[in-house]
């Protein structure tokens, strides 16, 4: 299963972006999504999560600002960024627990990272 993230970038304060991360391969399912973000210096912290049946969970920074979403159909993790704020700089990943239909267990698997720069 691979992972293909796009849509970083630059943004100003209170600006918006949205990613996307479209998985891809041969014969599997996909349980939680998730988006991580990495800043310079710090630890991956998680922040969005969305369940198979579309459940979403935010980090505390970003709830009310950030929205996460899924469309099955298309194996597409999405992220809506309202309201960026310079603290939102970093690269940020997605994640899919996935288990191809060959397998007994899931698998975490990653993306390679999209850059979002949020300038002041």
């Known amino acids: 299963v691979q992972l293909q993230a796009s849509g970083g970038g630059l943004a100003q304060t209170g600006g918006s972006l949205r990613l996307s991360c479209v998985a891809s391969?041969?014969?599997?399912?996909?349980?939680?999504m998730r988006w991580f973000r990495q800043a310079q210096g710090k630890q991956r912290e998680m922040v969005a999560a969305?369940?198979?049946?579309?459940?979403?969970d935010y980090a505390d920074p970003v709830k009310g600002r950030f929205t996460i979403s899924r469309d099955n159909a298309k194996h597409t993790v999405y992220l809506q960024m309202n309201s960026l704020k310079p603290e939102d700089t970093a690269v940020y990943y997605c994640?899919?627990?996935?288990?191809?239909?060959?397998?007994?267990?899931?698998?975490?698997?990653w993306g390679q990272g999209t850059q979002v720069t949020v300038s002041s």
């Open positions: 994640n899919a627990r996935a288990r191809k239909t060959t397998a007994f267990t899931f698998s975490e698997y």
């Open positions: 969305i369940t198979a049946g579309s459940m979403p």
């Open positions: 391969g041969n014969s599997f399912n996909i349980n939680a």
